[in-house]
């Protein structure tokens, strides 16, 4: 369901809000000679990534099995739909999540991927079977995970299929497939039932896909221990998208869990040159000149983590829930309140704030609130959930017989 994106070492941050002190001194180590790795010692012949063109490319499997499921000369509508009923509505395909970035034809193949895994696949068998199938970057909440020695943020990545506006909004194509707010737009999504359309997301070019995948096949290949295989992996993420900062941020971690600091610094600045707002990228500086005994400058970007942090609705929202379950529901209420101000279409924060009133003893704020997330909720089965809580939560007060 979702698609590894970069490395954070394990660190702890701290709040407060500064300016990153200049350092004129810094060893000037551009782009390039961070992509030749001099300091490994490795040639540029090292193992060769897959070619680009073998990423999305459709084997004679995948269509032989499109050839017994799509009908070729049906309409659009009809075939996404004949599409997602062979993947999702056949119960002897089986595709099964785990956390091995494939291409489209190993997807198939092995039925088995991450997010970015069955997005290869599936915009591979839709533009196969003449649908126009984009790859989109989803603003999901932060999510992450522990890996060894590192943090990993997880990255969520998808598919838009446009079909002209030939369905329409409230139509779902199986369980896979969910209308967007654009009438004929088709959210495609590995894990449909997680994905809200209130997250942000946007459409991006193959390039960009391509820096996706070689940058989570590099981050795999990191954590096996092989570093030559990383780095050539890191290499081709850069040529299809320089202005990824995940790549430049694990390429950085690459460098310093090999000890070279001056190019770990270099890597990581270049991907807050791509991104101002790559946390990773902040948070890995910090741990990086806490080593160095730099203390100034470590708490000067774990200040701009915190900030950036603080300025995340979900993050709020996670705080909110901390706060809720600890039973401080005026903190959970005040961090909420700051989230729906972030974020006004959200479901999720405005249940929570309901039950924070709830707790508190205040049932006609609850029953606003939750009336709230009803009214933003994206889907029918959603306005049903939050109306079913209300019905079981809120029973409204009994009828007074007035006196005659």
């Not at 369980?175 to 997680?194: C, I, K, P, W, Y």
Request: aromatic letters at 8%.
């Amino acid at each position: 369901m979702w698609a590894r994106a970069a490395l954070a070492c394990l660190t702890t941050l701290v709040a407060g809000c500064a300016s990153v002190p200049a350092r004129p001194d810094r060893a000037r180590i551009t782009p390039d000679e961070l992509l030749a790795a001099r300091p490994f010692g490795l040639t540029q012949d090292s193992p060769t990534p897959v070619e680009e063109k073998e990423v999305l490319a459709v084997s004679d499997g995948m269509r032989a099995f499109l050839d017994e499921h799509v009908a070729r000369g049906a309409t659009r509508n009809v075939r996404l739909r004949q599409l997602a009923m062979a993947i999702v509505g056949r119960g002897d395909f089986r595709l099964e999540y785990d956390e091995t970035t494939r291409t489209a034809a190993k997807t198939f193949q092995t039925r088995h991927g991450n997010c970015l895994s069955f997005s290869n696949m599936f915009v591979a068998m839709a533009r196969h079977m003449g649908l126009e199938a984009y790859f989109q970057e989803v603003e999901t909440p932060p999510d992450w995970s522990v890996k060894g020695d590192a943090f990993v943020l997880n990255r969520h990545v998808n598919v838009l299929v446009d079909l002209g506006g030939g369905i329409g909004q409230q139509e779902r194509l199986a369980s896979l497939v969910r209308s967007t707010a654009s009438e004929g737009q088709h959210v495609v999504d590995f894990n449909m039932d997680d994905f809200r359309t209130s997250y942000d997301r946007r459409v991006v070019s193959d390039a960009r896909a391509l820096a996706h995948y070689y940058n989570n096949v590099g981050v795999e290949r990191m954590q096996a221990g092989e570093r030559a295989a990383a780095l050539g992996n890191f290499r081709k993420a850069a040529a299809n998208d320089p202005s990824f900062s995940p790549t430049w941020t694990n390429l950085g971690l690459l460098y310093m869990r090999n000890g070279h600091a001056a190019h770990a610094e270099a890597a990581h600045l270049q991907a807050l040159k791509a991104d101002p707002s790559d946390l990773v990228a902040m948070s890995n500086l910090a741990s990086l000149y806490e080593r160095q005994g730099d203390r100034e400058r470590a708490a000067a970007y774990r200040e701009r983590v915190v900030a950036h942090r603080n300025r995340n609705p979900y993050y709020r929202f996670q705080l909110a829930r901390e706060a809720f379950d600890a039973g401080d529901y005026d903190a959970a209420i005040r961090y909420l309140n700051d989230a729906t101000r972030k974020k006004n279409n959200e479901d999720q924060f405005y249940f929570l704030l309901g039950m924070s009133y709830l707790k508190k003893g205040d049932p006609k704020a609850a029953r606003r609130w939750i009336s709230r997330a009803e009214e933003v909720a994206a889907t029918d089965a959603l306005k049903r959930r939050y109306a079913s809580k209300m019905d079981i939560l809120l029973p409204p007060p009994p009828e007074v017989e007035k006196p005659k």
